[in-house]
Nanobody
Framework: QVQLVESGGGLVQAGGSLRLSCAAS????????MGWFRQAPGKERAFVAA????????SYADSVKGRFTISRANAKNTVYLQMNSLKPEDTAVYYC?????????????????????WGQGTQVTVSS
């Protein structure tokens, strides 16, 4: 069983930056693929960024490419999402997810169905 706890959300003005963190329990964190997803009010949960279990592959939603960066620190059992040049449309609850399948060791999946564990979410609000 893996528990995920997100932190770092908050209120920021457009153009500003935030760094989200996701702390994971469990001894096998280093082999899990990790993803960030977000859900705005009235919308479905959407992919933001992912990093493979090996850390060698990343993927991003088109809407955040060039602005957001996902990274992982296996020694700290933590994955990060650095968010720069934030826009009001980035406002959402951000969720961290972990995928334990061996298929994700070298693949950064954008599909919610491939992730087994989810955090409770952290709110990000970007004001205009």
């Amino acid at each position: 069983q893996v528990q995920l706890v997100e932190s770092g959300g908050g209120l920021v003005q457009a153009g500003g930056s935030l760094r989200l963190s996701c702390a994971a329990s469990g001894r096998t964190f280093s082999s899990y693929a990790m993803g960030w997803f977000r859900q705005a009010p009235g919308k479905e949960r959407a992919f933001v960024a992912a990093i493979s279990g090996s850390g060698g592959s990343t993927s991003y939603a088109d809407s955040v490419k060039g602005r957001f960066t996902i990274s992982r620190a296996n020694a700290k059992n933590t994955v990060y999402l650095q968010m720069n040049s934030l826009k009001p449309e980035d406002t959402a609850v951000y969720y961290c997810a972990a995928g334990s399948s061996g298929r994700l060791y070298d693949r950064a999946s954008a599909s919610t169905r491939e992730y087994d564990y989810w955090g409770q979410g952290t709110q990000v609000t970007v004001s205009s």
